[in-house]
C-alpha cells in the first residue's frame, strides 16, 4: 500500500506540473465537441442539464465522481494482494502503466472539461451544489491541473477494477457490479460535465495498453496467471522431476534342507547332514533248522 500511495502521489506531481495551456486546450475542446456533434454522439449537455434538475441524484454523482475513483480502487488492491497474490504484480503493473501512458496524454493534448468551455452553457455541478471533496472546482481547483481531461483515468481505473473484478470474482453478483461499476462511472463523468464520451474512449486506449505492457513482462494476461504466489515460483524454477529409480530385486530364498528325522534313510539326492548318522536295514539272518 505504501508503493501505492507513493506512485499516486507522484502521478499528482506530474499531472499537476504539466503546464496549464489554457488557450490550446480550450481549442481542443472547441474540436472535441464539435467532432463528437458531427458523430451524433453530443449527448454531454442535456444529460449534465438533466441530472442537475434532480438535487439529491446530482450531489451523489459528485461526491461518486470525488471518492469513489480512489477508494474502489484501493479497495481492488487490496482485494488483489489477499485472495489473488500470485496475480497482484501483474494487474498493478497494468494500473501503472496506464496510468504512465496517461500522462503523457495530458501533456501532449491539453483539453478543458465541457464545464470549463465558454459559452456552451455546461453546468459545473460541483460549484453549483457547494459539493465537498472535489479538487476539479471551487476553491480546491488550483491544487490540480484543470486542463487534464484527455485521458480519463476515471474510466482508465474503473475499467481496469470493473474487469478485474469480473475476471476474477467467483461470484456472479460480484461479476455484475465489476461490469456495472465502469458504466455507471461513464455516466457520472458526462453528468457532471467533467469529461466528454471521447475522453472515455482516451482512458480505454490506456488501459489496453496497460494490459500490453503486462503481456509483455509476465508472458500471459493476469487473469490467467496460477492464483497463488508458491504456484509461480513452482512453475518458474522447479526442476523436472526426476526419472523413478527401478525397483531393487530381491535375493532368491535359498533353501534350506531339514535334518532328516532319527531313524529315517536321509535323501538318496544329497549327503547326510552333518552329525547325522545313517541307519541302514540289517537283512534278516536264516533261521535255523527243527531237530530230529
Not at 454522439?41 to 434532480?54: C, K, M, P, Q, T
Not at 490540480?144 to 475499467?159: D, E, F, V
Not at 456495472?180 to 495498453?209: K, R
Request: net charge neutral.
Amino acid at each position: 500500500m505504501l508503493l501505492i500511495a507513493i506512485s499516486y502521489w507522484v502521478y499528482s506531481l506530474i499531472r499537476n506540473a504539466v503546464p496549464e495551456q489554457k488557450a490550446q486546450a480550450m481549442a481542443n475542446a472547441d474540436w472535441i465537441w464539435e467532432a463528437e456533434q458531427r458523430l451524433g454522439i453530443a449527448v454531454e449537455h442535456g444529460v449534465n442539464h438533466a441530472v442537475n434538475s434532480v438535487t439529491w441524484l446530482i450531489v451523489g454523482m459528485n461526491y461518486y465522481y470525488a471518492t469513489l475513483h480512489f477508494v474502489v480502487t484501493l479497495g481492488v488492491l487490496v482485494w488483489l494482494y489477499r485472495r489473488h497474490p500470485g496475480r497482484y504484480a501483474a494487474t498493478r503493473t497494468v494500473l501503472f502503466a496506464t496510468t504512465a501512458v496517461a500522462l503523457v496524454g495530458y501533456y501532449l493534448y491539453p483539453l478543458a472539461p465541457p464545464r470549463l468551455m465558454d459559452g456552451q452553457h455546461f453546468i459545473d455541478t460541483v460549484l453549483v451544489h457547494q459539493t465537498w471533496g472535489s479538487m476539479a472546482s471551487g476553491d480546491l481547483k488550483h491544487m490540480s491541473n484543470q486542463y487534464a481531461a484527455m485521458p480519463s483515468m476515471h474510466i482508465g481505473w474503473s475499467l481496469w477494477c470493473g474487469l478485474t473484478i469480473f475476471a476474477l470474482a467467483s461470484a456472479p453478483w460480484a461479476k455484475i457490479l465489476g461490469l456495472l461499476y465502469p458504466a455507471l462511472t461513464l455516466v457520472v463523468i458526462v453528468a457532471t460535465a467533467n469529461h466528454f464520451w471521447l475522453d472515455a474512449v482516451g482512458g480505454l486506449v490506456c488501459l489496453l495498453f496497460g494490459y500490453l505492457v503486462a503481456r509483455l513482462c509476465y508472458g500471459t494476461y493476469p487473469h490467467r496467471l496460477p492464483r497463488q504466489v508458491d504456484a509461480v515460483r513452482e512453475g518458474e524454477a522447479a526442476p523436472p522431476p526426476a526419472p523413478a529409480a527401478p525397483p531393487a530385486r530381491e535375493p532368491a530364498p535359498t533353501a534350506e534342507r531339514a535334518l532328516p528325522p532319527e531313524g529315517r534313510r536321509p535323501s538318496p539326492t544329497g549327503p547326510a547332514p552333518q552329525g547325522a548318522t545313517a541307519l541302514t536295514r540289517a537283512s534278516p539272518e536264516p533261521a535255523p533248522a527243527p531237530e530230529p
